[in-house]
């Protein structure tokens, strides 16, 4: 279309009629300084229209706290939160390590296993019962708590995980200290903690490959294999993985 | 001030001027003054004190990314964050100070404005670096749809500052990948609460932010990329609410939704800011060119499309009137309850009252031709399919109306091309006439020698009419005479 072109030259549009228009006008014309460079340079470039200086400083420092608050939290949560220990389920030892990133799950992951807690049946009844009604493209997938209990004997090598006693909608408060509340997001089925994804350095990464393929071997069917992941819990359920155990080796993430 | 090549060779010859004695002492000072030969030393050795220090710094920085990138695994989580923190923060901060520094006469500070330019848009970049690898340093989880959403809201409120085009263009392409990534998603929405809201009302947003944002920028590309993530996130929306809520057939709501966009962009005035502002109404129409030229290709688009007659197949049941009104209102209504949907539809009626309104120029109420023409246009594209799918199936009559309009449209576009010596707008209608002929030929006829015949005639006919027309523009004396003022008079 025959478009003039307010972003080249303003002031230079063959209209007619004054060209002091611009709904949001408040900065007034061209920087006097600025040049005309070519069309093609200042599509690249960009001109400079007049601003102010806290049009810089604001942005920055809304980007600089973007940036920093998740790692900020995490890092709040690794000196505030519960150290806990998950089980891991057992996992497919060649498609473990392979990629950039290792997706683990853990036995609280699968609903079947939640299911035979006291009174949670009805609990993730209801959950899957929202989760159908919902059919918009925009719902949310579902929030839920599992609230986790102490071993007994936390002083073990590798340490006995955490077990769950109880599934709520609701962040339980007033726990006993030897019970915490972990977000949990429930999708159709399954659970995920944001506890899911590792980055591995690529060094370590043939190394564990391999004592992880010995243990799931030498582990006996249906007993839990000495692979638990160590994280750390924070007031509002959000986690941060530590580290993990294999039998009695721990590595730091 | 001249260019330091001039002014060198201008010193050389001045020198040998005075020498043969053309001109005298006096005359070399009065050069020697206007074009500071003086200068022309200490500027080359800045200059090349300049290329070392940048040269250096190159290097430099290679050597401290191989460094790092080398001993990365070994480095302290937070070391590395404060590492990616500085980079982030010193790439901004050079690059505003470069890019902010007031330019002089001789432009010769110009290199340093677009090497701040480059380096703000790095900083952009690096921005998602850093969240990214922030996110990895502490194995946080998260969808790629969130970072994107997260990285285009900081380099939108950036581009709103600084009012840089690159930037702003940067935060539409985020904000794209993080709407369609997130729409794409198999699974629901998790994690940064508002997120899914912001999603829901992408339209809103899109028009109302990305448009301020094009005002902040004067720019018709960052207005009409702003206008098309209005339109596609709004059909997400008219999906999502006829999955939900379009139990029954109800032909008027989905004929209102496909014509709402173009309604919306046609009318679409710069003049109604000026007006809600309570500002005196300017003349100078900023994107309104570009919004009704989004508005006819999406009108092409459709007509061309309702052009093949599998489109008008006999409908499976019609629905009268008084049935799709009473389920309108009745169990239906949330598909125009919506409030994206409501808010967009007010939008575009206001708009066209707007278009309506008294002026000095028109005392009384009453649009101007061509907005006329344009609102007849969308009532018989409204009428036409409305009937064929709630009084009586007019397959034949309406694919013939369909390709009257589409031929008019090419004959619109080919007569403004010559009008204005418009060579894209000729070239348009050329080559929609010529879509147009084959579309039709493939579509009716099966023969293949009367096919190849088609695709000769119209390869052909666009060959000769357009070097017909170009020579028809070489030999035009006047053409800005004959051409009307603005697009609005198209068609």
């Keep these: 279309m025959n478009s003039d072109h307010p972003s080249e030259h303003p002031s230079e549009h063959p209209s007619n009629h004054s060209n002091t228009a611009s709904p949001t006008e408040p900065m007034g014309d061209r920087h006097p300084d600025t040049p005309s460079p070519p069309a093609v340079v200042s599509a690249l470039v960009g001109r400079r229209l007049p601003h102010s200086r806290w049009g810089f400083w604001i942005p920055l420092a809304i980007q600089t706290f973007l940036i920093a608050l998740a790692p900020a939290q995490a890092l709040y949560t690794m000196a505030m939160g519960k150290p806990v220990v998950l089980q891991t389920m057992p996992v497919d030892p060649y498609s473990l390590f392979r990629g950039y990133y290792v997706t683990l799950s853990y036995d609280i992951s699968s609903v079947a296993e939640l299911e035979s807690l006291p009174g949670s049946e009805d609990t993730l009844a209801q959950i899957q019962e929202d989760f159908d009604e919902q059919t918009s493209t925009f719902d949310r997938a579902i929030d839920l708590y599992v609230v986790l209990e102490a071993p007994e004997n936390a002083a073990t090598h590798p340490p006995t995980p955490w077990t769950p006693v109880a599934v709520t909608r609701d962040r339980p408060s007033d726990l006993p200290t030897n019970q915490v509340a972990l977000h949990g997001i429930y999708r159709s089925g399954r659970i995920t903690y944001d506890l899911e994804r590792y980055y591995i350095p690529e060094e370590q990464r043939d190394t564990i490959n391999e004592q992880i393929a010995r243990i799931q071997r030498e582990t006996v069917t249906d007993a839990p294999q000495p692979f638990v992941i160590e994280v750390r819990v924070g007031a509002q359920g959000n986690a941060v993985p530590v580290g993990f155990w294999l039998e009695d080796a721990f590595f730091r993430f | ?491």
Excluded at chain 2, 132 to 145: E, M, T, V
Excluded at chain 2, 154 to 175: D, E, K, N, T, Y
Excluded at chain 2, 198 to 210: D, K
Excluded at chain 2, 453 to 481: K, S, T
Aim: charged residues 15%; aromatic residues 12%.
């Design chain 2, 1 to 491: 001030m001249a260019s330091e090549k001039f002014r060198r060779q201008l010193r050389q010859e001045a020198r040998q001027w005075q020498v043969d004695g053309i001109i005298n002492p006096q005359q070399f000072q009065q050069l020697q003054a206007r074009y500071e030969f003086d200068s022309l030393d200490s500027s080359a050795r800045d200059r090349f004190v300049a290329i070392l220090i940048g040269v250096g710094s190159v290097l430099l920085g290679l050597g401290i990314i191989t460094f790092v990138a080398a001993n990365w695994q070994a480095i302290p989580r937070d070391f590395k964050l404060g590492l990616l923190l500085t980079v982030f923060l010193g790439v901004n901060l050079v690059g505003y100070w470069l890019w902010q520094k007031p330019l002089g006469a001789d432009n010769r500070q110009r290199w340093q404005h677009r090497l701040g330019a480059g380096l703000l848009l790095l900083g952009a970049l690096v921005m998602g670096a850093n969240l990214a690898l922030g996110g990895q340093l502490f194995h946080i989880g998260g969808d790629p749809y969130e970072l994107f959403w997260v990285w285009g809201l900081g380099v939108l409120l950036m581009a709103f500052g600084l009012r840089m085009v690159p930037l702003a263009g940067l935060a539409l392409i985020l904000l794209g990948l993080g709407y369609w990534l997130g729409l794409a998603q198999p699974d629901r929405w998790s994690g940064l609460p508002g997120l899914p809201l912001l999603m829901r009302g992408m339209p809103l947003f899109a028009g109302a932010i990305f448009t301020w944002l094009a005002y902040r920028c004067r720019s018709h590309v960052i207005f009409g990329m702003g206008a098309i993530a209005l339109v596609s996130s709004f059909f997400v929306n008219v999906t999502d609410l006829s999955d939900r809520y379009l139990t029954e057939n109800l032909p008027l709501w989905g004929i209102a939704m496909t014509l709402l966009p173009a309604a919306l962009l046609w009318s679409y005035d710069d003049a109604l800011w000026d007006m809600l502002r309570r500002q005196p109404v300017s003349f100078k129409r900023w994107f309104r060119p570009v919004a009704q030229g989004l508005a006819i290709a999406y009108l092409i688009s459709l007509v061309y499309l309702a052009s093949f007659h599998w489109v008008w197949q006999e409908p499976m049941e019609l629905v009268p009137l008084t049935t799709q009104i009473a389920r309108l209102f009745g169990a239906q209504r949330w598909l125009w309850l919506n409030p994206v949907i409501l808010i967009l539809s007010l939008i575009t009626l206001g708009n066209w009252v707007f278009l309506a309104r008294p002026t000095p120029r028109t005392p009384r109420w009453r649009l101007v031709q061509s907005d006329l023409i344009m609102l007849v246009l969308l009532l018989g594209l409204m009428v036409v399919p409305f009937w064929h799918l709630s009084v009586t199936p007019m397959g034949a009559i309406a694919t013939l109306l369909a390709n009257v309009v589409l031929a008019l449209f090419a004959a619109g576009f080919i007569r403004q091309g010559l009008a204005q010596t418009n060579r894209s707008l000729f070239w348009c209608g050329l080559l929609i006439l010529a879509l147009q002929i084959l579309s039709r030929m493939l579509e009716y006829e099966t023969g293949l020698l009367l096919k190849s015949l088609a695709f000769v005639l119209c390869g052909v006919g666009v060959i000769v009419i357009g070097l017909w027309f170009e020579r028809y523009v070489r030999h035009l004396n006047q053409p800005a005479a004959l051409a009307p003022k603005s697009v609005e008079e198209t068609l």
